[in-house]
């Protein structure tokens, strides 16, 4: 297989333009969640425990049963209903209860606001009106602050805020009598809206990016008066895909998507995908997390052998698999999908991608992963073109989270 001049110079800027844009995109969301702590309210809240002791500071959230409640000289403490006797906040929050279902645009008249007092294991909330009837603690599921409850019900993030994900880079450099040198990376970026996991997500958008270059060179030599010419072997895989997700229920969404993919070692110059469809989630739990998406989508293949590069136009679709699984200290996801083509069944492909990441310090750790990927229709060249791709990866990982 071989590229020309102009070949090598295209893709060569075309991959330097996905790094360098998805490198500046990771750096400026980290940048941009970076956000100035908040001035702290004054200590009005007032906690008593079952034991007489009282506190003062802020009630911050409560979350299934745990009251989060902050005072200057403790901190945040986490305190569960049946060790609070009382609890007195003069400041407006909503009570979302357990199986309480938001639907429309109205969702919020159904949360209760106002100034919070907890008495006798049930909390009594006074808004503008007249106190709404008490809510047993153990049906309260969640306790938000009014001007949060607002923010995530009634506004969206902008662009570069609301953001989740992890920028991952690793490097191999060898100098000996062959040279040689692999470079490889991966930005991964999720955002959710709302970005709470109290409210029922209205929209989702992912991108994803991955890419690997390597190149092993020998020099030339003189053997037995015969001069041998210097070769030169390389590997370049590269992965972008981008999607937005609409949910239509709780667990059902709408979604489009595109992806665009080059594997020099398949002989794929370019292949790319245009396409929509429908998903559904599984479960999502703080544990883990199960979709599957179907979708209907436009596939053009370009090959690299031919004088011109060999290429195709598919219709087709992709059935893919997605699992997150949080397991402290761990980090495991993994996607699966299967990409038929209906006007030309032989030019199917599959993929899987499997990470495990391990936190080290703070943001930063460590993440190790394969990405496998099978072409059935790769062009007949010479050497043959094998159809799957495997790759293991490693490296050290940045983890960014969202302020919003």
């Not at 998805?22 to 004054?42: F, I, N, Y």
Request: net charge neutral.
């Amino acid at each position: 297989m071989k590229l020309s001049w102009q070949d090598l110079r295209l893709n060569f800027f075309f991959h330097a333009s996905l790094i360098l844009l998805c490198s500046m995109l990771g750096s400026t969301l980290c940048v941009a969640a970076e956000k100035k702590k908040p001035t702290p309210r004054p200590a009005t809240d007032v906690l008593v425990l079952s034991n007489g002791d009282t506190l003062h500071g802020n009630l911050v959230k409560v979350v299934s049963g745990k009251v989060t409640f902050h005072t200057e000289t403790l901190g945040d403490l986490d305190v569960s209903w049946d060790h609070i006797k009382e609890l007195h906040a003069p400041e407006k929050f909503g009570v979302l209860e357990k199986n309480l279902k938001l639907r429309g645009k109205n969702a919020g008249s159904q949360i209760p606001v106002g100034t919070v007092d907890v008495a006798d294991q049930a909390i009594t909330v006074h808004g503008e009106n007249a106190p709404a009837a008490p809510v047993a603690v153990k049906n309260a599921e969640y306790v938000v602050d009014a001007a949060t409850l607002d923010k995530q019900m009634h506004h969206e993030p902008g662009f570069l805020t609301g953001w989740n994900g992890a920028a991952t880079a690793g490097a191999t450099v060898v100098k000996a009598t062959q040279d040689q040198y692999t470079f490889s990376g991966a930005l991964g970026l999720s955002r959710s809206v709302p970005t709470v996991s109290w409210l029922r997500p209205r929209n989702r958008t992912l991108a994803d990016f991955t890419g690997s270059y390597g190149k092993i060179t020998q020099p030339g030599y003189v053997a037995g008066g015969v001069a041998v010419a210097p070769t030169v072997s390389k590997s370049a895989i590269y992965h972008l895909d981008g999607e937005r997700d609409q949910y239509i229920s709780a667990k059902i969404f709408a979604l489009v998507q595109t992806a665009f993919d080059h594997n020099f070692a398949q002989d794929l110059q370019l292949q790319q995908i245009y396409g929509g469809g429908l998903g559904w989630t599984l479960f999502s739990t703080p544990r883990h997390q199960a979709d599957l998406k179907a979708t209907i989508q436009y596939e053009k293949q370009k090959f690299i052998s031919g004088t011109s590069g060999a290429s195709q136009n598919l219709i087709g679709s992709t059935f893919s698999a997605t699992y997150l699984l949080h397991i402290k200290p761990l980090i495991f996801t993994q996607g699966l999908a299967y990409i038929p083509a209906y006007n030309t069944p032989r030019a199917y492909s599959a993929n899987e991608t499997d990470t495990l990441a391990f936190p080290a310090f703070k943001n930063l750790g460590f993440s190790v992963g394969t990405i496998d990927s099978y072409l059935n229709d790769s062009p007949t060249t010479v050497p043959p073109t094998k159809r799957n791709s495997f790759q293991f990866t490693m490296g050290l990982t940045y983890a960014f989270q969202s302020k919003y």
